[in-house]
Nanobody, 112 residues
Framework: QVQLVESGGGLVQPGGSLRLSCAASGGTLSSYTMAWFRQAPEKQRELVAVITTGGSTNYVGSVKGRFTISRDNAKNTVYLQMNCLKSEDTAVYYC??????WGQGTQVTVSS
């Protein structure tokens, strides 16, 4: 059973940056397609970024050019670098392995 733990969320001003981490235990992340999702209050969960086992990436249009998903297989960790943050990026961010295993989420709040 893969267990995922997100960290790195917090409060940041508009235009700021955060890096989220998703650390895994009980499985090898290099074997999975990894994804970051987010869910804002009263909104549906939204796919933000994906990285395949081969390293290909894809992003939802609203974060392209601002967010970067990456993986460090040696550390069994996936990252989401978020730059130029906007208030509309405020949400709970979740990582997922193979769209099957989920972390508990980390809150990101973008506000002045």
């Amino acid at each position: 059973q893969v267990q995922l733990v997100e960290s790195g969320g917090g409060l940041v001003q508009p235009g700021g940056s955060l890096r989220l981490s998703c650390a895994a235990s009980g499985g090898t992340l290099s074997s999975y397609t990894m994804a970051w999702f987010r869910q804002a209050p009263e909104k549906q969960r939204e796919l933000v970024a994906v990285i395949t086992t081969g390293g290909s990436t894809n992003y939802v249009g609203s974060v392209k050019g601002r967010f970067t998903i990456s993986r460090d297989n040696a550390k069994n960790t996936v990252y989401l670098q978020m730059n130029c943050l906007k208030s509309e990026d405020t949400a709970v961010y979740y990582c997922a392995a193979q769209y099957r295993y989920w972390g508990q989420g980390t809150q990101v709040t973008v506000s002045s």
